[in-house]
């Protein structure tokens, strides 16, 4: 039985250092358009699911940064990577940080009025599907923790 049919989900940043488990439920996945989440997730949006359940860092806690009066969005203040949205009603976290992410699709947009005027058109770009490109992609070695627990991982992830 995977940790996530017993009702536990792990996810985490990409260099390790910050890992989490939520135990329970997850709310309803979501992006959000506003200007604060592109800021926060580098991105045309932010990918977030509400924590229903009881969440628990794992290893080190993530860092906040107030983005507003009643909201702090968490980040691995080692990697960068972006973490939580942390608000008055609860905690979401970033879809992208969840080791399985298959079933967390989005069921609504938020703050829609905010989105970019072209991002309901990203997706039909043409599509770059160069195998040379993909066998370059093989070779670099990848740093990033792996998409599972693991009971022993260098807390400032790896290097050369």
């Known amino acids: 039985m995977t940790t996530q049919q017993e009702g536990i989900r792990t996810g985490g940043c990409q260099c390790g250092a910050v890992r989490f488990r939520?135990?329970?439920g997850l709310g309803r996945p979501s992006i959000c358009h506003c200007r604060m989440c592109q800021k926060q997730f580098g991105g045309f949006f932010g990918p977030l699911v509400t924590v229903k359940g009881e969440a628990e860092w794992t290893r080190e806690e993530p860092a906040y940064?107030?983005?507003?009066v009643?909201?702090?969005r968490g980040f691995c203040?080692?990697?960068g990577t972006p973490l939580t949205y942390r608000h008055p009603g609860g905690l979401?976290?970033?879809?992208?940080a969840f080791d399985d992410r298959s079933d967390l699709a989005p069921q609504v947009q938020v703050n829609y009025g905010a989105r970019l005027p072209w991002v309901e058109?990203?997706?039909s770009a043409p599509v770059h599907d160069d195998p040379d490109y993909y066998s370059q992609?093989?070779?670099i070695i990848s740093f990033q923790h792996p998409d599972h627990e693991t009971e022993n991982w260098p807390a400032h992830?790896?290097?050369l």
Do not use: D, H
């Open 157 to 159: 992830g790896m290097k």
């Open 77 to 79: 203040r080692n990697c």
């Open 22 to 24: 939520i135990k329970g």
């Open 137 to 139: 992609q093989e070779a």
């Open 92 to 96: 979401e976290i970033a879809i992208g």
């Open 65 to 68: 940064f107030q983005s507003s």
């Open 121 to 123: 058109t990203i997706f």
């Open 70 to 72: 009643n909201i702090a």
